[in-house]
């Protein structure tokens, strides 16, 4: 994160003496990124944060991912996919797409997150309907309707729904981040960044569990490259008493994305939000388009060589897909190796539109996406043949 927080108690100096009114010394854990050589966070615990008592391997029981065979455009509903009563924000993802670099899920939760970390890499959460409190090691974030979730990894967290939540789910193998042309040498955001400090939210509060659940043996479910394993605790990990550095999980609401517009179609990276390893994530906001009196609005037919591109369409109406069978909730792939645009008609339809009232998430992969189960469970057929009006193949 590019700038420093202070929250609950600290000590004026690191790593000295810290002792609660009891006079017992708190436990210093530092979160670090990059081998000492990045951001970090110092947290003071008042147990030892290295006390289990059993690590126990877990079945990850995602399924398999198979590649985008024969090679086409693909879309999906999301809405289509079941989810049992029960189901929580963690072990109840569905796989979507992933390769090396990035898994991307998909979640309906209407029940409390066993306590989870991964260890693999950051993970970004985007909060498609519903509302709930995400639950860290840090603090807690109340979250809704349009919010972006970023956890860095080994953040220790759970979600708990206040209503069915629903939620697009993205792990990286690496770091998550606002990206590098937004940002100052020093990590401050620069004036034609889209978002700045003002507009993100984190902990403000340290979350204490007391009492008998506080001291009881207490179970994290943790994600790593070779699995899962369950982890017991001698103490509930919410334990921290204050913390302070420039390392912690924060909220940014898509609706204070601040849209770059301009005379003629401008392209996905005016809408980058967040850039991950080998992959970028874009917000696609309600704006004014194109100014110059020959413009034409929606986006001319484009083939990104380098890259898959997933579209999810979150809210409004998204003009350059009218009439593909594209609603609230569903997704596009449109891969390296096929050329992709607007809808026959869309071109000409567009001219002299003046705003568009569309909300859509985009993440761009510079490997291609595998297709998951949840994939195979939601999928439009007739989606890549829309382009020819029709709904089979020839």
């Not at 924060?250 to 994305?257: E, G, H, K, L, N």
């Not at 380098?306 to 979150?314: A, G, H, K």
């Not at 609603?327 to 869309?346: D, E, K, N, R």
Request: charged content about 20%; overall charge negative; hydrophobic content about 30%.
């Amino acid at each position: 994160m590019p700038y420093y927080r202070q929250v609950g108690q600290v000590p004026p100096k690191r790593h000295t003496q810290f002792r609660s009114s009891r006079g017992s010394l708190y436990a210093e854990e530092l979160m670090g990124v990059e081998g000492f050589s990045s951001d970090s966070a110092l947290l003071y615990h008042r147990n030892l944060p290295t006390a289990i008592t059993n690590a126990v391997a877990v079945t990850d029981d995602r399924g398999p991912i198979a590649p985008n065979h024969p090679l086409k455009p693909r879309s999906y509903r999301t809405p289509e996919l079941k989810y049992p009563d029960g189901t929580d924000a963690v072990t109840g993802r569905r796989r979507l797409f992933g390769n090396n670099d990035v898994t991307i899920g998909f979640t309906v939760a209407d029940a409390p997150s066993p306590l989870y970390r991964n260890a693999t890499g950051d993970e970004l959460l985007y909060i498609h309907g519903g509302t709930g409190t995400v639950e860290t090691v840090y603090g807690a974030l109340e979250v809704g309707d349009g919010d972006y979730v970023v956890l860095p990894t080994s953040t220790t967290y759970r979600v708990v729904p206040h209503e069915p939540l629903t939620a697009l789910c993205v792990e990286a193998r690496g770091h998550v981040a606002p990206p590098k042309r937004y940002l100052s040498a020093k990590g401050q955001f620069l004036e034609h960044a889209p978002y700045c400090e003002r507009d993100i939210r984190g902990p403000v509060e340290p979350l204490v569990v007391d009492g008998a659940e506080g001291e009881a043996p207490t179970d994290v479910l943790v994600r790593h490259r070779a699995g899962l394993t369950r982890y017991t605790y001698t103490h509930h990990p919410f334990d921290v008493v204050g913390w302070d550095g420039c390392l912690y999980p924060w909220v940014f609401d898509i609706d204070d994305f601040e849209p770059v517009t301009g005379r003629v179609h401008q392209p996905p990276p005016v809408h980058q939000t967040f850039e991950g390893p080998n992959f970028v994530v874009c917000s696609f906001c309600p704006r004014k388009v194109d100014y110059h009196p020959d413009a034409i609005p929606v986006p001319y037919n484009h083939a990104n060589v380098d890259s898959d591109e997933l579209m999810f369409y979150v809210r409004g109406n998204y003009e350059a897909r009218a009439g593909s069978g594209i609603g609230i909730g569903s997704m596009s792939l449109h891969p390296s190796g096929f050329t992709h645009g607007p809808q026959p008609g869309a071109a000409e339809a567009s001219i002299g539109t003046e705003y568009f009232d569309e909300t859509a998430v985009m993440i761009d992969t510079f490997a291609p996406l595998d297709l998951g189960e949840a994939a195979d469970a939601c999928e439009d057929p007739g989606y890549a043949w829309t382009w020819s009006g029709r709904s089979t193949p020839l």
